[in-house]
């Protein structure tokens, strides 16, 4: 289902342009730990949402090796809101490019989705998080375009 959704989203956005998610208020997550590796510094995250039903369901946490000129990705629930099995996915790309990096589709990860990785050195990068949280109608999902320019 997952791999569905962030596959048909993808696809939209590319053909749509993009968007941006929305902001909502603080909760507890998942905490936010470095799955990158060394020497990759965190950079921001951003908000996973369900507009429907939820609000505030995960994050999208990014990261830069500047040694290496790669940019991570990792996906993580917000417990607040979602507790139990779920599915989170992650994708990630240079900003231009075609070909998205995911990992997480056709998995039930229960904290954190990635990481993934793209080199994108004096680039900027393009990520998607998305977290279904009830079988019918608990899906966050956000694409962001051209973020984390380097």
């Given at each position: 289902?997952?791999?569905?959704?962030?596959?048909?989203?993808?696809?939209?956005?590319?053909?749509?342009?993009?968007?941006?998610?929305?902001?909502?208020?603080?909760?507890?997550?998942?905490?936010?730990?470095?799955?990158?590796?060394?020497?990759?510094?965190?950079?921001?995250?951003?908000?996973?949402?369900?507009?429907?039903?939820?609000?505030?369901?995960?994050?999208?946490?990014?990261?830069?090796?500047?040694?290496?000129?790669?940019?991570?990705?990792?996906?993580?629930?917000?417990?607040?809101?979602?507790?139990?099995?779920?599915?989170?996915?992650v994708a990630i790309?240079?900003?231009?490019?075609?070909?998205?990096?995911?990992?997480?589709p056709g998995q039930?990860?229960?904290?954190?989705?990635?990481?993934?990785?793209?080199?994108?050195?004096?680039?900027?990068?393009?990520?998607?998080?998305?977290?279904?949280?009830?079988?019918?109608?608990?899906?966050?999902?956000?694409?962001?375009?051209?973020?984390?320019?380097?």
């Amino acid at each position: 289902m997952i791999k569905k959704h962030l596959a048909t989203i993808l696809a939209a956005t590319v053909l749509a342009g993009g968007f941006v998610g929305l902001s909502a208020g603080t909760a507890q997550a998942y905490p936010r730990v470095n799955k990158c590796g060394s020497g990759y510094n965190f950079k921001q995250s951003w908000n996973i949402t369900d507009n429907h039903m939820a609000g505030l369901v995960g994050f999208i946490d990014i990261y830069y090796h500047s040694g290496n000129g790669h940019n991570c990705a990792i996906a993580r629930g917000n417990d607040a809101t979602v507790t139990g099995q779920h599915l989170i996915g992650v994708a990630i790309r240079r900003s231009g490019d075609s070909n998205w990096i995911q990992d997480g589709p056709g998995q039930n990860y229960t904290s954190y989705a990635g990481p993934v990785y793209v080199y994108a050195m004096g680039s900027c990068i393009d990520f998607a998080g998305e977290l279904s949280y009830n079988e019918f109608t608990g899906n966050g999902l956000e694409v962001y375009s051209s973020k984390h320019c380097g």
